[in-house]
């Protein structure tokens, strides 16, 4: 992300060079001229164990600059961080002349709408005193400020900021909470969760290659609590806004400083393969041939409570399945109308029974709780057929048997029991 550091004090040029060394695109900006001179050429006005290492590499790489020129760096940003002094008055109150004065031409200067970050230790208010000089004079662009305050110890500033044990975000929407995170990308946990979860979706292939069962898998990988039983749940491969993002991001930054984060790499192509299993799966359930049949699709979201699609499984699978001449009727308890701009031809219902309606097979594809419980036997004489395709796993094998279903899961043999193999 493009970004703004004001004030290149001890704060703000810890934060810029960790940010830029996070990836991001960074301006650090002050209005003295000889600090921004020192700086250009090399060195570094205040002693850091480490600080001139990462400055050099990310100005070397391109990714960190110095500039007095305030109002090109805040027209190119799109995240702007106050990090300007707030010296104490002779009453021991915070002295805010120059972060209102930073906000004032942070509003004069607004080309779009800006997310604006306060780094400087302030007092209570001083979120509201800057939205509102930016409401009042920032040309009718849309200003959010988010409070992100710093916890640097001096001598230790680096490792502070580069392993924090805690970022703390104080935001009034979802849209700065989420630029923040990806301001902070690299930083999450999401890449190894990631892989948490490609890994039991190929342990499940294997499972399926074997004669295993991927639920029987994961519990005993899970009761090692060096490990731990969440984010093993096999299924049609990681969605929404985060894992995708982040996964991408982690690799892109590895690439940027030459190495290539191999696991991660395998972490986003199992990803897409685990997608495209689905819909071969499906066809193979209904015996290699899905031409002018009718899937109904359970589920449209990237998971359950959310009317989010941003990179659901649902997306490919409904996608490929089309390709495939297969005609569709999906429905999703919130993200109808989001899939509405998403797919063409698809035939919306009310709820599963009517998604079942006449259809050759019923897939599971989002694990919405009004889907844990279906009545079966209306499903059953509801369907064309009795084939229901559980992406989530939500069933048990031998109960839907039972019930009088070909059914077909994830990383589970029909009768769940364990084939020979050689
Ligand atoms: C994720 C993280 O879990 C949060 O900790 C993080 O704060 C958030 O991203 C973020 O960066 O903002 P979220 O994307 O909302 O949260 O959803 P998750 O519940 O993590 O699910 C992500 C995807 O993984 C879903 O598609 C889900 O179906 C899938 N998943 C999850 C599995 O396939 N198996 C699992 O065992 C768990």
């Given at each position: 992300m493009d970004i703004a550091v004001i004030g290149t004090g001890y704060v703000g040029l810890v934060t810029g060079a960790g940010l830029a060394d996070f990836g991001n695109d960074v301006i650090c900006c002050d209005i003295d001229p000889k600090k921004i001179d020192v700086l250009n050429n090399g060195q570094i006005p205040i002693?850091?164990?480490?600080?001139?290492?990462?400055?050099?590499?990310?100005?070397?790489?391109?990714?960190?600059?110095?500039?007095?020129?305030?109002?090109?760096?805040?027209?190119?940003?799109?995240?702007?961080?106050?990090?300007?002094?707030?010296?104490?008055?002779?009453?021991?109150?915070?002295?805010?002349?120059?972060?209102?004065?930073?906000?004032?031409?942070?509003?004069?200067?607004?080309?779009?709408?800006?997310?604006?970050?306060?780094?400087?230790?302030?007092?209570?208010?001083?979120?509201?005193?800057?939205?509102?000089?930016?409401?009042?004079?920032?040309?009718?662009?849309?200003?959010?400020?988010?409070?992100?305050?710093?916890?640097?110890?001096?001598?230790?500033?680096?490792?502070?900021?580069?392993?924090?044990?805690?970022?703390?975000?104080?935001?009034?929407?979802?849209?700065?909470?989420?630029?923040?995170?990806?301001?902070?990308?690299?930083?999450?946990?999401?890449?190894?969760?990631?892989?948490?979860?490609?890994?039991?979706?190929?342990?499940?292939?294997?499972?399926?290659?074997?004669?295993?069962?991927?639920?029987?898998?994961?519990?005993?990988?899970?009761?090692?609590?060096?490990?731990?039983?969440?984010?093993?749940?096999?299924?049609?491969?990681?969605?929404?806004?985060?894992?995708?993002?982040?996964?991408?991001?982690?690799?892109?930054?590895?690439?940027?400083?030459?190495?290539?984060?191999?696991i991660i790499e395998a972490v986003l192509r199992v990803n897409e393969n685990i997608k495209e299993r689905m819909v071969a799966k499906v066809i193979e359930a209904l015996d290699g041939e899905v031409r002018g049949k009718t899937v109904a699709i359970l589920g449209l979201a990237f998971k359950p409570e959310t009317d989010d699609m941003r990179d659901s499984p649902a997306i490919p699978i409904i996608k490929g399945l089309q390709k495939q001449g297969a005609i569709i009727r999906a429905y999703d308890p919130g993200a109808i109308e989001n899939s509405k701009k998403i797919f063409d031809n698809v035939t919306y219902c009310g709820d599963a029974y009517e998604t079942a309606n006449g259809a050759d097979a019923l897939v599971i594809a989002t694990e919405w709780n009004e889907f844990r419980a279906l009545k079966l036997e209306r499903v059953r004489k509801l369907l064309k057929q009795p084939l229901i395709v559980d992406l989530r796993n939500v069933y048990d094998p031998q109960r839907m048997k039972a019930e009088g279903f070909r059914y077909v899961s994830v990383g589970r043999t029909e009768d769940a029991r364990v084939r020979e193999h050689v």
């Amino acid at each position: 992300m493009d970004i703004a550091v004001i004030g290149t004090g001890y704060v703000g040029l810890v934060t810029g060079a960790g940010l830029a060394d996070f990836g991001n695109d960074v301006i650090c900006c002050d209005i003295d001229p000889k600090k921004i001179d020192v700086l250009n050429n090399g060195q570094i006005p205040i002693y850091e164990p480490g600080l001139d290492k990462i400055v050099s590499r990310n100005v070397g790489e391109g990714r960190l600059r110095f500039t007095t020129d305030l109002p090109e760096a805040i027209r190119r940003s799109r995240a702007i961080f106050i990090a300007v002094g707030t010296p104490p008055k002779p009453d021991g109150s915070a002295d805010l002349r120059y972060v209102e004065d930073v906000a004032r031409t942070i509003a004069q200067h607004m080309n779009g709408p800006k997310l604006v970050i306060t780094k400087s230790t302030v007092p209570i208010g001083t979120g509201r005193m800057i939205e509102r000089i930016l409401a009042e004079s920032g040309n009718g662009h849309k200003g959010s400020v988010v409070s992100n305050p710093e916890f640097l110890r001096e001598g230790s500033a680096i490792e502070d900021f580069l392993k924090p044990d805690r970022v703390v975000i104080g935001a009034s929407d979802e849209e700065s909470i989420g630029l923040m995170k990806e301001i902070y990308a690299p930083l999450h946990s999401n890449g190894f969760l990631a892989t948490k979860i490609s890994f039991i979706n190929e342990v499940a292939v294997m499972c399926e290659l074997l004669g295993a069962d991927v639920q029987d898998v994961a519990r005993g990988i899970g009761l090692d609590s060096r490990i731990g039983p969440k984010f093993l749940q096999a299924g049609p491969g990681y969605g929404g806004s985060c894992f995708p993002k982040d996964t991408s991001a982690v690799a892109d930054i590895a690439r940027r400083y030459g190495y290539e984060f191999q696991i991660i790499e395998a972490v986003l192509r199992v990803n897409e393969n685990i997608k495209e299993r689905m819909v071969a799966k499906v066809i193979e359930a209904l015996d290699g041939e899905v031409r002018g049949k009718t899937v109904a699709i359970l589920g449209l979201a990237f998971k359950p409570e959310t009317d989010d699609m941003r990179d659901s499984p649902a997306i490919p699978i409904i996608k490929g399945l089309q390709k495939q001449g297969a005609i569709i009727r999906a429905y999703d308890p919130g993200a109808i109308e989001n899939s509405k701009k998403i797919f063409d031809n698809v035939t919306y219902c009310g709820d599963a029974y009517e998604t079942a309606n006449g259809a050759d097979a019923l897939v599971i594809a989002t694990e919405w709780n009004e889907f844990r419980a279906l009545k079966l036997e209306r499903v059953r004489k509801l369907l064309k057929q009795p084939l229901i395709v559980d992406l989530r796993n939500v069933y048990d094998p031998q109960r839907m048997k039972a019930e009088g279903f070909r059914y077909v899961s994830v990383g589970r043999t029909e009768d769940a029991r364990v084939r020979e193999h050689v």
